[in-house]
């Protein structure tokens, strides 16, 4: 799923195809994008777009194209069964007079020590203030053109639909209440060779309405090998959010609940002080 912004109100394209060589080849595939105004960045508009039928460990070449096209960027796809993944908590670009630098000097270590991961997994908190331009510097560094990064809403995420305007989550719940004291997003969940992701939105505290998310993706899921659990709010820890009232009511009803669902692994951010 790819997200991109554009001053073109024409819904643009994504073009792929199996890498070959420095050129983009003759023959490819397109995906069609929706486009829509963009609320946090006047005079944009947000296009995405799915792409599919990608083969396993292939590294594919991709352009976007709307009136005018882009430069190439590529990306590779992972091998079937095992793999590794990097985590990432609170990048919170807006927060240091040095955003970029830090973030950037982050994702060069951790791709440098684990290049064997095309997945980063990121627990909440991208934005200081939830504003596009702060999602700009996020998405700044060459490397987030060509890594998967599926996400999380964190507590500063939900300050503005920015988030939901940065990325293209699947599989998101449309049943129940939708959340309505958050613009940034609602829980989603995709299998990653045979592991199921469960991305919540923890701030929604309407418990019942996580569990039953989480109950209808693993049903709809029964094969898997892992089933984790991202979300921002961490329930355990050392940390000062410890003695939050917020926080131990998440933890006294969802941890109860993610034990009796078999979640074998459980991904936060939030405590970092």
Known sequence: NLTWQTKSSVA???????????????????????????VNNSGYYVNKATIENLKPDTEYVYRLV???????????????????????????IGSSGFDLQIWENSLSKI?????????????????????????????APLKMKSLTNATTVGNHDEKTSAYSEQFNNPNTKTDGTVYGESEAGENYWFVYNNVLFLCLNTNNTNTQEHKTFMEKAIAKNPDVDWKV?????????????????????????????????????????????
């Open 111 to 139: 791709t440098q020590q684990f290049p064997q991961s095309n997945l980063l997994v990121t627990a909440g908190d991208h934005a200081e203030k939830g504003k596009f331009e702060q999602f700009e510097i996020y998405f």
């Open 66 to 92: 709307n009136e005018n096209i882009s430069e190439l960027y590529s990306f590779k796809t992972d091998k079937a069964g095992d793999f590794s993944f990097l985590l990432a908590g609170d990048p919170q």
């Open 12 to 38: 643009g394209k994504v073009q792929y195809a199996e890498k070959d060589g420095d050129t983009f080849p003759a023959e490819y595939f397109e995906a069609q994008a929706v486009s829509e105004p963009a």
């Open 229 to 273: 659990a991202v979300f921002h709010h961490c329930l355990f820890s050392s940390g000062a959010y410890w003695f939050s009232p917020e926080i131990e009511q998440r933890r006294n009803e969802l941890a109860p609940i993610l034990t009796d669902l078999g979640i074998d692994v459980v991904f936060n951010g939030h405590e970092h002080r």
